[in-house]
Protein backbone atom coordinates (compact mmCIF):
# COMPACT_ATOMS: atom_id res chain seq x y z
CA UNK A 1 0.00 0.00 0.00
CA UNK A 2 1.27 3.34 -1.05
CA UNK A 3 -0.01 6.91 0.08
CA UNK A 4 -2.36 8.63 -2.28
CA UNK A 5 -0.49 10.99 -3.99
CA UNK A 6 -3.36 13.21 -5.47
CA UNK A 7 -6.55 13.92 -3.63
CA UNK A 8 -9.50 11.55 -3.81
CA UNK A 9 -12.39 10.38 -1.84
CA UNK A 10 -12.12 6.95 0.17
CA UNK A 11 -13.39 4.28 -0.91
CA UNK A 12 -14.77 2.82 2.48
CA UNK A 13 -16.55 6.50 3.93
CA UNK A 14 -16.37 8.36 0.75
CA UNK A 15 -14.57 11.44 2.98
CA UNK A 16 -11.93 13.85 0.93
CA UNK A 17 -8.37 12.16 1.52
CA UNK A 18 -6.21 14.80 1.32
CA UNK A 19 -2.57 14.31 -0.98
CA UNK A 20 -0.57 11.82 1.23
CA UNK A 21 -3.26 11.66 4.18
CA UNK A 22 -4.42 8.31 2.90
CA UNK A 23 -3.51 4.63 0.97
CA UNK A 24 -4.14 3.41 -2.35
CA UNK A 25 -4.85 0.18 -3.13
CA UNK A 26 -4.49 -1.20 -6.87
CA UNK A 27 -5.03 -5.21 -6.27
CA UNK A 28 -7.40 -5.52 -9.13
CA UNK A 29 -5.84 -2.65 -11.58
CA UNK A 30 -8.52 -0.28 -10.36
CA UNK A 31 -6.73 2.22 -7.72
CA UNK A 32 -8.95 3.19 -4.71
CA UNK A 33 -7.86 5.90 -2.40
CA UNK A 34 -8.43 4.96 1.82
CA UNK A 35 -8.48 7.43 4.47
CA UNK A 36 -6.69 4.48 6.53
CA UNK A 37 -4.59 1.09 6.14
CA UNK A 38 -7.40 -0.36 8.19
CA UNK A 39 -10.00 0.34 5.90
CA UNK A 40 -8.27 0.06 2.78
CA UNK A 41 -7.48 -3.99 4.73
CA UNK A 42 -11.16 -4.45 5.40
CA UNK A 43 -12.10 -3.32 1.55
CA UNK A 44 -9.52 -6.08 -0.46
CA UNK A 45 -11.71 -8.08 -2.70
CA UNK A 46 -8.92 -10.78 -2.17
CA UNK A 47 -11.08 -10.82 1.71
CA UNK A 48 -14.32 -10.58 -0.17
CA UNK A 49 -17.92 -11.26 0.28
CA UNK A 50 -17.12 -13.07 3.92
CA UNK A 51 -19.25 -10.60 5.74
CA UNK A 52 -22.61 -11.54 3.52
CA UNK A 53 -21.74 -15.18 4.48
CA UNK A 54 -20.34 -15.07 7.75
CA UNK A 55 -22.74 -13.26 10.41
CA UNK A 56 -19.53 -13.19 13.00
CA UNK A 57 -18.01 -10.53 10.20
CA UNK A 58 -20.27 -8.29 10.62
CA UNK A 59 -19.61 -7.34 14.01
CA UNK A 60 -15.78 -8.10 14.00
CA UNK A 61 -13.34 -5.63 15.14
CA UNK A 62 -10.55 -4.85 13.00
CA UNK A 63 -7.10 -5.92 14.79
CA UNK A 64 -3.97 -4.85 14.01
CA UNK A 65 -1.04 -6.35 14.87
CA UNK A 66 2.85 -5.02 13.92
CA UNK A 67 6.10 -6.55 14.47
CA UNK A 68 8.38 -8.65 12.43
CA UNK A 69 6.56 -11.43 10.25
CA UNK A 70 7.64 -13.69 12.50
CA UNK A 71 5.85 -12.39 15.56
CA UNK A 72 2.87 -10.93 13.34
CA UNK A 73 1.55 -14.43 12.30
CA UNK A 74 2.67 -16.07 15.93
CA UNK A 75 0.17 -13.73 17.34
CA UNK A 76 -2.43 -14.49 14.23
CA UNK A 77 -2.04 -17.87 14.91
CA UNK A 78 -2.78 -17.58 18.82
CA UNK A 79 -5.70 -15.49 18.25
CA UNK A 80 -7.14 -18.11 15.75
CA UNK A 81 -6.90 -20.75 18.34
CA UNK A 82 -7.83 -18.66 20.96
CA UNK A 83 -11.24 -20.15 22.80
CA UNK A 84 -14.30 -18.08 22.24
CA UNK A 85 -12.81 -15.82 19.47
CA UNK A 86 -13.84 -16.24 15.81
CA UNK A 87 -11.24 -14.75 13.10
CA UNK A 88 -11.84 -14.33 9.40
CA UNK A 89 -9.38 -13.45 6.13
CA UNK A 90 -6.31 -11.61 7.42
CA UNK A 91 -4.56 -9.12 5.42
CA UNK A 92 -0.92 -10.23 3.77
CA UNK A 93 1.46 -8.51 5.65
CA UNK A 94 2.03 -4.96 4.81
CA UNK A 95 5.79 -3.25 5.22
CA UNK A 96 5.75 -0.26 8.14
CA UNK A 97 7.10 3.12 6.37
CA UNK A 98 8.94 3.79 9.41
CA UNK A 99 10.78 0.61 9.92
CA UNK A 100 11.74 -2.57 8.98
CA UNK A 101 8.40 -4.37 10.66
CA UNK A 102 5.44 -5.44 8.87
CA UNK A 103 1.44 -4.96 10.21
CA UNK A 104 -1.00 -7.03 9.35
CA UNK A 105 -4.90 -7.01 10.31
CA UNK A 106 -7.72 -9.03 10.67
CA UNK A 107 -11.69 -9.45 11.94
CA UNK A 108 -11.80 -10.92 15.12
CA UNK A 109 -15.28 -11.67 17.18
CA UNK A 110 -15.93 -12.86 20.47
CA UNK A 111 -18.55 -15.20 20.21
CA UNK A 112 -21.80 -14.08 21.33
CA UNK A 113 -22.25 -16.67 24.29
CA UNK A 114 -19.10 -15.33 25.60
CA UNK A 115 -20.23 -12.06 25.25
CA UNK A 116 -23.23 -12.83 27.14
CA UNK A 117 -21.00 -14.63 29.94
CA UNK A 118 -19.22 -11.12 29.89
CA UNK A 119 -22.10 -9.08 30.24
CA UNK A 120 -23.15 -11.11 33.19
CA UNK A 121 -19.93 -11.20 34.90
CA UNK A 122 -19.68 -7.44 34.62
CA UNK A 123 -23.67 -7.02 36.02
CA UNK A 124 -22.55 -9.81 38.86
CA UNK A 125 -19.70 -7.67 39.71
CA UNK A 126 -21.40 -4.28 39.97
CA UNK A 127 -24.19 -5.42 42.66
ZN1 LIG B 1 -12.44 6.49 4.91
Given amino acids: MRT ?10 SRTVEPEQGVITRPDGTTRVFCTPEEAAAHQ ?5 AADTDPYELSAAQV ?7 QC ?8 LAPHLLTGQRS ?12 LYGPVTI ?9 RERQEAEQ
Wanted: with cysteine; hydrophobic share 40%.
Fill in 64 to 70: RITGTPA
Fill in 111 to 119: EARHLEAIE
Fill in 4 to 13: NRFRGVCAAC
Fill in 45 to 49: PSAPA
Fill in 92 to 103: ADRPRRDDDRVM
Fill in 73 to 80: HAVWQALQ
